[in-house]
């Protein structure tokens, strides 16, 4: 097990206000992710970094920014919550070298209201 | 861009049956392909995983052979239990696309006793 705990598990926020999603790992390991889970679409990449202050755009990035200060901890923010941003939020995790050692956290349910 | 293509859900099967849950992919370079499932309000877990063609893999009775040929990777069981209820994904890790896993829609699976 590698470590990885998502905090909240469930949050309910309204239209407009910031939110801000914590994953955190103990393992040291250089890349993580961050996905979000709807029905019909699976999981879909929104951001990922590679290291501290490291990180790239996933395929829906739009209204959403991370930061990754330390290697253990990496923030997904979404600046102004929308209604289209309910959704179930996984992170997950990477050891370098390997390109199928991924683990997902246990998700972060959001509903924005 | 790469993606990856499941039969829709929901599958509704009786306990002892033959699963087969339809999975294709499109990739630019040569994936690897894998099966996660998602059992109920947990993360992903990986299933089974194939790094080239014509590798089979397997895990708890499950089965998935990576053909190139129909750029297919079905996931297959001799004989479903109730405690397989869950959601399946198909997804692929094409290092030419920028080191990151791409997920197919999701199939829910549940077996009735």
């Known amino acids: 097990d590698a470590g990885i705990t998502q905090s909240p598990r469930h949050k309910v926020t309204e239209t407009g206000t910031p939110v801000t999603l914590r994953c955190h790992q103990t393992e040291n390991h250089r890349y993580m992710y961050w996905y979000r889970q709807d029905p019909g679409h699976g999981l879909r990449l929104i951001h990922y970094s590679y290291g501290v202050k490291d990180t790239d755009k996933g395929e829906v990035s739009d209204g959403y920014s991370v930061s990754r200060s330390k290697t253990e901890d990496f923030l997904l923010t979404l600046e102004s919550a929308t209604s289209s941003q309910t959704s179930v939020y996984f992170c997950?995790?990477?050891?370098?070298?390997?390109?199928?050692?991924?683990?997902f956290g246990s998700g972060t349910r959001l509903t924005v209201v | 861009g790469d993606s990856v293509t499941q039969m829709e859900g929901p599958v509704t099967l009786s306990e002892e049956a033959f699963l087969t849950i339809n999975c294709t992919y499109t990739a630019t370079g040569y994936p690897s392909l894998f099966w996660y499932v998602q059992y109920p309000g947990e993360g992903l877990q990986l299933l089974l995983k194939?790094?080239?063609?014509?590798d089979k893999g397997s895990n708890k009775g499950f089965e998935a052979t990576y053909r190139k040929e129909t750029t297919s990777f079905h996931l297959e069981k001799g004989s479903v239990q109730v405690s397989d209820s869950a959601v399946y994904f198909c997804a692929l890790f094409d290092m030419e696309y920028g080191n990151k896993l791409v997920f197919g829609a999701g199939t829910i699976l549940r077996v009735k006793s």
């Open positions: 194939a790094t080239k063609a014509d």
């Open positions: 997950a995790i990477r050891r370098q070298g390997s390109y199928y050692g991924y683990t």
